[in-house]
């Protein structure tokens, strides 16, 4: 855990160099330091940041640090630490899980989205325009054409989405004093409209809120860290749950996850090789 953040520190800066032509620096570790300090100092390329910022980053890494064992990258960690192998194996399983664009990804699309609505959306304040692109997002007209509004909806939560409420609590002063108050303000008229409109085009409520991905893509930009980092960061903050998880399997469970599947498809009847 507490390497990590310099692994992805490195990795990115060779990632510029090879992939963006640019130049590389690294910089020494920053001692008695936090771990979004520590973020902080090794991207930035002349090391200074504000307490206000590393607060921030703070945050964010708490309420991403662990979402419960039925998530995709969690149970992938127990999965493998259910099979006696080790701790590296284990965190690098759940690392490509979360790599996945429908797990990790999330905030990204919602950076993309916002970049569409901040193009085609002309006043801010007009809730009126700001739904009726929302309603061509849904029919897949407008944004990537996907029929999704990004940052809105989670499996668990339908009420309220925890994490979003204390995140955006903190996000909102930075993102004025950055000059990204304008978008952020687009966000909260997102979280404020789609839930109705969702319910508009399906004809039922399920239960729509917005989700930690409504905000969090935005504050790393005001952070001034580049999408490239999005996920990375993602995977540095769940370590500690994945870990958590891995020790509990290891100490409590005693036997391997085999997960049993059944056929529910139609029998259909055995067609010799010759008549097919």
Not at 71 to 80: A, D, E, G, I
Not at 147 to 160: D, F, N, Q
Request: aromatic content about 8%; some cysteine.
């Amino acid at each position: 855990m507490a390497t990590l953040p310099s692994v992805m520190s490195y990795a990115y800066q060779v990632k510029r160099r090879v992939y963006d032509r640019e130049s590389m620096y690294f910089h020494p570790p920053l001692e008695n330091s936090s771990t979004a300090e520590s973020i902080l100092h090794s991207l930035r390329k002349d090391t200074v940041f504000t307490d206000e910022e590393a607060r921030l980053l703070d945050i964010c890494l708490m309420i991403h640090a662990e979402h419960g064992g039925g998530n995709c990258s969690t149970f992938t960690s127990r999965v493998l630490s259910s099979s006696g192998t080790d701790t590296y194996s284990a965190i690098a399983a759940a690392i490509g899980a979360l790599k996945g664009p429908r797990h990790g990804g999330a905030n990204i699309k919602v950076e993309e989205m916002l970049g569409y609505m901040c193009e085609d959306i002309r006043d801010y304040n007009d809730e009126d325009e700001i739904a009726a692109y929302l309603r061509k997002l849904l029919a897949g007209e407008a944004g990537d054409r996907a029929g999704l509004i990004y940052g809105m909806g989670h499996a668990v939560y339908t009420k309220s989405d925890p994490r979003a409420v204390i995140l955006k609590k903190y996000a909102r002063d930075l993102a004025e004093k950055k000059g990204f108050g304008d978008e952020f303000h687009l966000l909260e008229m997102v979280e404020k409209l789609a839930p109705a409109l969702v319910v508009e085009k399906i004809g039922r409520d399920t239960g729509i809120c917005a989700n930690v991905d409504l905000y969090s893509g935005l504050v790393y930009r005001t952070l001034g860290i580049t999408p490239d980092l999005y996920t990375p960061l993602f995977a540095l903050a769940r370590t500690a749950g994945w870990c958590a998880h891995r020790i509990e399997e290891l100490t409590y469970g005693n036997r391997i996850i085999r997960p049993a599947y059944k056929s529910v498809v139609p029998h259909i009847p055995y067609v010799d090789l010759n008549d097919r």
